[in-house]
């Protein structure tokens, strides 16, 4: 009996273990300009609110899945941003920030920083792709599950995003998609 407990003991450590390594690293803008010079990879950034409940689903259901996870560790670089903070970013040489910010409206409605605003963010969460140079390729809004988030995934990872130039293009490209991630 001993032996058993020993043995579930070391596999829940185990699968706790594994689950903690298929959380996103999630960096900084400034961080992420720094590691691409290094190391150039493709760039996933977050872009949410305190107070949006799609953002925080995406976070727990999409970005918390082990599959997603996983493949934006090993093919991204991963950055949260929040649309409304008062931090400044620079990004390419330019800073921007959040003139109109109110930090007596924490956790509610505040301003959009105009970072947010130069990647054209209109609403929440958005996941803005960027390429190996940190250039823009594109926004993508909205709460997307796992396999939905994974199209778009391996789109931009894979430059197959430079082949698709039609509306036709893209439903065949979604039509032949065989998705990968589970759930």
Partial sequence: MKN?????????????????????????????????????RKVIMDVYTTWCGPCKALDKNTFGNPDVAKYINENY??????????????????????????????GKRNAQHLFAQFLRVRAYPTMVFFDSDFNVIAPISGYLLPKQLEIYLKLFKNDTYKEIN????????????????KS
């Fill in 166 to 181: 039609t509306k036709e293009d893209w439903e065949k490209y979604q039509k032949e998609f065989v998705n990968e991630f």
């Fill in 77 to 106: 670089y991963a950055v949260k941003f929040n649309a409304e903070s008062d931090i400044d970013v620079t990004y390419k040489g330019q800073t921007y920030t959040n003139p109109n910010y109110d930090p007596n409206r924490k």
């Fill in 4 to 40: 058993v407990i020993v043995l579930v003991s070391l596999f829940l450590t185990g699968l706790i273990s594994v689950h903690a390594q298929e959380k996103i690293n999630w960096i900084s803008v400034e961080k992420a300009q720094e590691l691409i010079k290094k190391e150039p």
